[in-house]
């Protein structure tokens, strides 16, 4: 059984919340694309505002999957009992 339910508990819902961020990023930066006035314009907002946007967007799925790492360290980790059924006292 794991000791590290809470940690994954929180990775998961910071991964779902990274999917959610990684979609509005991107309708955020299409819609910011067609908002603005010119080909440069439009193509400073691809070239520089989408991979900024992405990246600060994907920020909770990388916390989550370090929480879920540590969740399987922590499992890996763990010792039950450094008594076994046929050393303990009688």
Known sequence: MSRYKTLRTWA??????????????????????????????????IMFG???ALLLATWPIALGEALRALADIGDA???ESLTTPSSAPL
């Open 12 to 45: 998961y819902a910071l991964v779902a919340f990274g999917l959610v961020s990684v979609v509005s990023s991107t309708l955020g930066v299409i819609s910011w694309a067609i908002a603005v006035n010119g080909v440069w314009n439009t193509l400073a907002v």
């Open 77 to 79: 980790m763990s010792f």
């Open 50 to 52: 989408a991979p900024i």
